[in-house]
């Protein structure tokens, strides 16, 4: 019997060069929350009716700032993960100390977005599998934000990951996050975290955190 599995993956930071001419952030994160099809509805109705008690309308970047608002947010989340529902990977790399491939370079053809995200996905997916081996059963579904990219950009995604690093990825993805719950709350765990190691993040809320799978990727060659 096969067993859906979604991976939703979302950013924070900028995937430019922050050599100080840009307004680009000092880190850059990559998040994928992985979820099984049944625990989408609970989790969505709980996101749904906190941002009707706290009237969101517009696409959250960040968690609440206030520090007990953010713990009732995150506690679900904390809860499912601690049965085994949902579990987050994360990698993170510090842009001033980065010295991997397609940032740094004054080359058009090295210092290359896209390649620098396919890169970053690439080890956020090893580290994902690495503690996570898909099982014979598993049917993978991985949603990537299209924001900002044409075409062209999600085919190459695509391609790359399927056909170039081979990934058992079932099916690829593309949807705008300001269409998807689950991608918007990956994109506010990957800004929560990768406050983490700039330590801008309170320690109870780093605890709450703790269920995010981190790997810090700077020195990756």
């Known amino acids: 019997m096969i067993n859906p599995l979604y991976l939703f993956i979302d950013e924070s930071g900028d995937p430019g060069n922050d050599d100080g001419t840009r307004n680009t952030t000092p880190y850059y994160v990559e998040l994928a929350i992985h979820i099984e099809s049944k625990y989408l509805e609970t989790l969505g109705a709980h996101v749904s009716n906190w941002r009707y008690v706290e009237c969101i309308i517009r696409e959250p970047k960040i968690l609440p700032k206030d520090e007990e608002k953010c713990k009732r947010f995150l506690q ?17 790399l510090r842009k001033d100390k980065y010295n991997g491939p397609y940032l ?7 210092n290359n977005r896209l ?5 970053v996905h690439k080890q956020l997916l090893e580290h994902y599998f690495s503690l996570y ?3 014979p059963d598993d049917y993978i579904v991985t949603v990537f934000d299209y924001y900002r990219m044409l075409r062209a950009d999600l085919e190459n995604v ?9 990934f058992p990825l079932d099916s690829i ?3 705008n996050s300001k269409s998807c719950w689950v991608l918007q709350t990956a994109g506010q765990l990957a800004n929560a975290v990768s406050q983490i190691p700039l330590g801008n993040d309170t320690a109870s809320v780093v605890e709450m955190l703790s269920f995010v799978e981190l790997k810090d990727i ?3 060659p």
């Open 76 to 92: 679900p989340f904390v809860e499912v993960h601690k049965v085994g529902a949902i579990q987050c990977t994360a990698v993170y």
């Open 104 to 110: 740094k370079t004054d080359d058009q053809i090295w």
């Open 115 to 119: 390649r620098f995200r396919n890169f």
């Open 133 to 135: 081996p898909k099982a």
């Open 158 to 166: 695509t391609f790359y990951l399927r056909d170039i690093c081979e």
């Open 173 to 175: 993805i593309h949807l």
């Open 218 to 220: 700077t020195n990756v």
